[in-house]
């Protein structure tokens, strides 16, 4: 199972924050650049933490790129392009891999009992609890910038303050009973209108 995720970890991690460095990149802030974060090179973006965490526990974390949102054009707008740029990746590379999946299956070149459906398996999963734990609006997660960039800035002040409370409050609903009322039915519903989409092709 640990071998089976390292593929998927992978892919859900360098896609999430290349396409952060990107959508920067796009509207004029080098920093990514600069800093060497616009490559899929998985080395550049995982974290050695936050990769067991996510291997272990199915949730974890990856370098988060840096951005300054000075070199955007407008700033608030920009900001929050960059932050759902990641999930949207996610979103997207589940979504592939979910048709890979069924395409496999259709063409009887794919079993579920075979090694190549685990992985392809987790891939999907990974991606889309990497999209739904980011798009959460607790600090520092990309959630929290889109939100905050809605708020006046002394709003923003005041939420970035409690930032190290927000996060352990975060960890430890993740490790309750609380995490599966909020992230399994989340899971499922992405999953169902995967399969909507595909079946009606397939």
Same mark, same amino acid.
């Given at each position: 199972?640990?071998?089976?995720?390292?593929?998927?970890? *992978?892919?859900?991690?360098?896609?999430?924050?290349?396409?952060?460095?990107?959508?920067?990149?796009?509207?004029?802030?080098?920093?990514?650049?600069?800093?060497?974060?616009?490559?899929?090179?998985?080395?550049?973006?995982?974290?050695?933490?936050?990769?067991?965490?996510?291997?272990?526990?199915?949730?974890?974390?990856?370098?988060?790129?840096?951005?300054?949102?000075?070199?955007?054009?407008?700033?608030?707008?920009?900001?929050?392009?960059?932050?759902?740029?990641?999930?949207?990746?996610?979103?997207?590379?589940?979504?592939?891999?979910? *048709?890979?999946?069924?395409?496999?299956?259709?063409?009887?070149?794919?079993?579920?009992?075979?090694?190549?459906?685990? +992985?392809?398996?987790?891939?999907?999963?990974?991606?889309?609890?990497?999209?739904?734990?980011?798009?959460?609006? +607790?600090?520092?997660?990309?959630?929290?910038?889109?939100?905050?960039?809605?708020?006046?800035?002394?709003?923003?002040?005041?939420?970035?303050?409690?930032?190290?409370?927000?996060? &352990?409050?975060?960890? +430890? &609903?993740?490790?309750?009973?609380?995490?599966?009322?909020?992230?399994?039915?989340?899971?499922?519903? *992405?999953?169902?209108?995967?399969?909507?989409? +595909?079946?009606?092709?397939?």
């Amino acid at each position: 199972m640990i071998i089976a995720s390292i593929p998927a970890l *992978i892919i859900a991690a360098a896609g999430h924050e290349y396409a952060h460095a990107k959508a920067a990149d796009l509207l004029g802030d080098p920093t990514p650049r600069m800093m060497g974060r616009l490559t899929m090179n998985p080395f550049v973006h995982l974290d050695l933490v936050g990769s067991l965490a996510f291997i272990l526990g199915g949730f974890g974390w990856a370098k988060p790129v840096v951005v300054n949102p000075t070199h955007f054009k407008d700033p608030r707008t920009d900001d929050m392009i960059v932050s759902i740029a990641g999930p949207m990746a996610n979103l997207l590379m589940a979504f592939i891999g979910y *048709i890979v999946m069924r395409s496999l299956e259709f063409l009887h070149l794919l079993h579920d009992e075979s090694s190549l459906y685990l +992985v392809l398996f987790l891939i999907v999963v990974y991606n889309i609890n990497f999209a739904i734990l980011n798009l959460m609006p +607790v600090p520092p997660l990309d959630g929290s910038h889109i939100v905050m960039n809605c708020l006046p800035f002394k709003w923003q002040i005041h939420i970035a303050q409690f930032s190290m409370v927000s996060l &352990i409050i975060l960890i +430890v &609903i993740l490790n309750s009973p609380i995490a599966s009322h909020i992230f399994v039915p989340l899971q499922q519903s *992405i999953l169902r209108g995967f399969e909507s989409i +595909v079946n009606l092709v397939l």
